[in-house]
Structure formats: C-alpha cells, structure tokens
C-alpha cells in the first residue's frame, strides 16, 4: 500500500512514520520517497491500521 504524506519533509519524519508502523508490524516493509512524499509499505494489517500510526506520528496520510 502507498500513502501519500505531504508533510514529510526530512530524515527525523521518515524515522518517526517508520518507527510508528514497526511498533504495530515488526515484520513491515516500509520504503519512503521525500522527494515524492510518499511511504509504502508492505504489510498483513489492513490500510487503516498502517495509516494510523502515520497519523499519530503528527502527518497527513492518504492513500496514493
């Protein structure tokens, strides 16, 4: 699934989305793009499960 973050901007946001989605799925794929704002993620939880941790790490996640 890919979602686009138009706010991630810098390391420190890519490491707090992935640190985010690690802490709900340990065995999650994340890849981001800065210059794209996007972060995919290869997973076995739902959509909204992967979004949220996005959320709560303080950026906008829509899917792409």
Do not use: N, W
Not at 23 to 38: E, F, H, N, Q, W
Request: hydrophobic share 40%; with cysteine.
């Amino acid at each position: 699934m890919i979602f686009s973050v138009p706010k991630m901007t810098c390391e420190h946001c890519t490491s707090a989305i992935e640190s985010g989605i690690k802490a709900k799925d340990p065995s999650g794929v994340i890849a981001t793009d800065l210059d794209l704002c996007l972060v995919t993620v290869q997973s076995t939880l739902e959509q909204a499960a992967v979004r949220q941790p996005i959320v709560d790490a303080g950026y906008d996640a829509s899917a792409a």
